[in-house]
């Protein structure tokens, strides 16, 4: 089933891709792949972005709750859950992309077996119609002659680290995937930073004191903008050429993407958030129509006082 659904599509979409590349190049195959996949969950990409941005305009909010509450965990808790729902705040939205991600990366994996170690297989995963194009045929009668370097010196079947000693470049590949990790994660962090760190966090909950969901949370993720390039780096290094170059490429954009909807003025990102929630906001007014509105209905209420003081007058 994960054959048919996963790695078969994604082979052939590979391979279709490199055959239309002059002279086959498996590498920029992969990079177009990645492309397309990433213009492809765009939507997702915005709605996220959405829903990381409405996080940082609630943050003045969650910290009224928490003095409003004065310690009761249990009311702030209900208010800030009541306050995620009002915002349209689902923890479900962020894992989506990873869950899209997670199989075509795996399917990826199984892909560079078949072309490193099961050419001869090539003909069983293609699709009946794309057998007839001139460079896969070649690739299912000679094996062989399948073009697995990119740029002509770059072999991405190999790893960055092996028992044939270290290859330089993937492992500066190996290196920039983890430093776009470290980008995208800070591109999407909360504005407010806690000043205290996860061990002294959990220290205090160790000791009988209750822990404020938000300190953890954020000491939490102060943790893994740490944490995540180092563990992705040794992950790349171990892994073939061709999923590093995958998951660079994939970071690559996705920073440009996060950039690009982050840096939006707020009426922008109002507009993304009713397409991402379907509702429809009414535009907002401008700081002098708000003013002259607030001096309108100050004036009326002036002469509402002068008429009813008239009134008491003559009775």
């Known amino acids: 089933m994960f054959d048919t659904l996963i790695v078969k599509p994604i082979f052939n979409a590979l391979m279709y891709i490199y055959s239309l590349i002059p002279g086959g190049d498996f590498g920029v195959a992969i990079v177009i792949f990645t492309i397309l996949i990433r213009f492809a969950i765009y939507p997702l990409v915005k709605a996220q972005l959405h829903q ?31 306050l995620y729902k009002r915002y349209g705040i689902s923890p479900f939205r962020s894992i989506i992309i990873l869950l899209i991600q997670l199989p075509i990366f795996i399917g990826l994996y199984q892909v560079i077996q078949i072309v490193t170690l099961h050419r001869d297989k090539v003909g069983q995963y293609m699709y009946e119609p794309l057998k007839q194009i001139d460079a896969i045929k070649q690739v299912i009668e000679q094996p062989d002659q399948f073009n697995h370097l990119m740029l002509g010196f770059i072999d991405l079947t ?100 996060q950039h690009y909807l982050l840096s939006k003025d707020s009426e922008e990102l109002d507009e993304i958030a009713d397409e991402a929630d379907g509702e429809v906001v009414a535009p907002k007014k401008s700081a002098s129509s708000v003013k002259s509105a607030k001096t309108a209905k100050t004036r009326a209420k002036k002469a509402s006082e002068a008429k009813i003081t008239r009134i008491k007058a003559k009775g």
């Open 52 to 82: 990381t941005k409405q996080m940082r305009k609630m943050q003045p909010e969650l910290k009224k709750i928490k003095k409003l509450a004065n310690g009761n965990k249990q009311v702030e808790a209900m208010q800030q859950m009541e």
């Open 158 to 257: 190999k790893t960055a680290v092996s028992g044939q000693g270290v290859n330089g470049i993937l492992l500066v590949l190996a290196v920039i995937s983890a430093l776009t990790q470290y980008i995208m994660t800070k591109q999407t962090m909360p504005t407010n930073k806690t000043t205290k760190k996860f061990r002294e966090v959990m220290a205090e909950a160790a000791s009988g004191k209750q822990s404020d969901p938000t300190e953890v949370s954020a000491a939490m993720m102060n943790n893994m903008v740490k944490f995540m390039p180092i563990m992705m780096f040794f992950i790349m290094v171990s892994l073939p050429g061709a999923l590093a170059l995958y998951y660079t490429a994939s970071n690559l954009v996705a920073v440009a993407q």
